[in-house]
């Protein structure tokens, strides 16, 4: 099952907050969205349910443009962490909610995750805490029987042993290729082992989407120091400067041919070291430009 969002646009009080942003995704995948703060990400994934309508462009599942055919919304997820509406009500009875929403709703398997995770169903959602509170939701996705997923910062203040059931929880799901997942998350280190793909959002749009094992083929990250002072052309035009620290250069060199290297050895460096290449230097590359806004 696959996913199509074509040049959705999104404005709120006055602000473009989306701008014909494309993407796609499909069961058996894993994809990261990935930006600053403010970049939208949350907005996109209320404008894919129809949370919000979209001011423009469509979102297609299988090729059924879900305005037209909004009974194929059932194929899509997403419980909005920040908006839930069942903080009064009991376990037992949430499930009920999503069993009349979702008409594949796994009654049992839900009790069971919960049980996994020594959770009652009488125990009431807004006396858990924040850890307990996001393997309810997970359960709600996986018992909900959905095959596309969003999830919008499932790890956000989670200790390391609820992070690694839901880690675990979606590896499993992704593995039979009949669910896929759209995470937004600002844990890049988490996303760097989970997501088979990552979109980059900025300015409204999809900037850039990678898939970091390709990315990892192409491109190096390297720590450099020359004997002076003057940066080596060959790294000002081919290269993405992350840091400086004296006279130690580290750059990202999206395309890290034998050109690139032989130039690069003709400079003749003090030291040249290949490093790990992180989402996080992806990130950096991509939004060094910005400026901060607090």
Do not use: C
Request: proline share 3%; no cysteine; aromatic share 8%.
């Amino acid at each position: 099952m696959k996913l199509t969002a074509q040049h959705l646009a999104k404005t709120i009080a006055g602000k473009q907050v989306l701008s014909q942003l494309d993407f796609t995704w499909q069961t058996g995948e894993i994809v990261g969205l990935v930006g600053r703060n403010g970049a939208g990400k949350t907005t996109l994934m209320r404008t894919l349910v129809d949370q919000y309508h979209a001011d423009h462009g469509q979102v297609a599942i299988d090729g059924r443009n879900l305005a037209e055919a909004p009974q194929a919304r059932q194929n899509l997820i997403y419980i909005d962490p920040t908006e839930v509406f069942f903080t009064r009500m009991n376990l037992a009875k949430i499930a009920q909610y999503y069993a009349a929403g979702y008409p594949h709703f796994d009654q049992n398997r839900y009790r069971s995750l919960l049980a996994a995770n020594d959770l009652p169903l009488t125990k009431r959602y807004g006396e858990l805490s924040k850890g307990y509170q996001a393997l309810v939701v997970m359960a709600l996705n996986l018992a909900s029987a959905v095959p596309l997923i969003l999830l919008d910062e499932p790890f956000d203040g989670l200790d390391l042993f609820i992070r690694e059931t839901i880690v675990k929880a979606v590896i499993e799901e992704v593995a039979a290729g009949e669910r896929g997942f759209l995470i937004a998350s600002h844990d890049l280190a988490e996303l760097d082992g989970l997501a088979d793909r990552v979109l980059f959002l900025k300015r409204g749009t999809i900037s850039r989407a990678v898939a970091l094992e390709q990315v990892r083929s192409e491109a190096a990250k390297l720590q450099l120091v020359f004997a002076t002072n003057q940066i080596p052309a060959v790294v000002r035009d081919r290269g993405q400067i992350l840091n400086i620290q004296g006279r130690v250069i580290t750059a990202l060199f999206p395309a890290y041919t034998s050109v690139v290297k032989a130039a690069l050895t003709a400079a003749q460096p003090v030291l040249m070291e290949v490093l790990p290449l992180s989402l996080s230097d992806l990130f950096r590359s991509e939004y060094a430009g910005e400026v901060r806004h607090g």
